[in-house]
């Protein structure tokens, strides 16, 4: 059995595994083996369970659209070409 609780995933990526994980048994994977596997994919897809953490975030909410736009535009001189 994989190891790690599995609280911190959403009910779709319960689901998710759950299904992947009856895929690979039906193609004759061991159970531990396509457990582990379902996991590895519903991570691969979806980054992962819920994420939790001091300050997660929060950075990107604080810059304004007009900060954002700025940068944007700075980062797509220096993509110009020369002329």
């Known amino acids: 059995m994989p190891k790690g609780d599995k609280g911190a995933y959403t009910d779709k990526q319960k689901r998710q595994a759950e299904h ?4 690979y048994k039906e193609r004759g994977v061991s159970e531990d083996e396509a457990e582990g596997r379902a996991w590895a ?6 980054g992962g369970g819920k994420k939790s953490g001091s ?3 929060k950075a990107a909410a604080k810059r304004s659209a007009a900060a954002k736009s700025t940068s ?5 001189k220096t993509r110009a070409p020369k002329k």
């Open 20 to 23: 992947i994980e009856e895929g």
């Open 41 to 46: 994919t519903v991570n691969a897809m979806t």
């Open 55 to 57: 300050g997660r975030g």
């Open 72 to 76: 944007a535009k700075k980062a797509a």
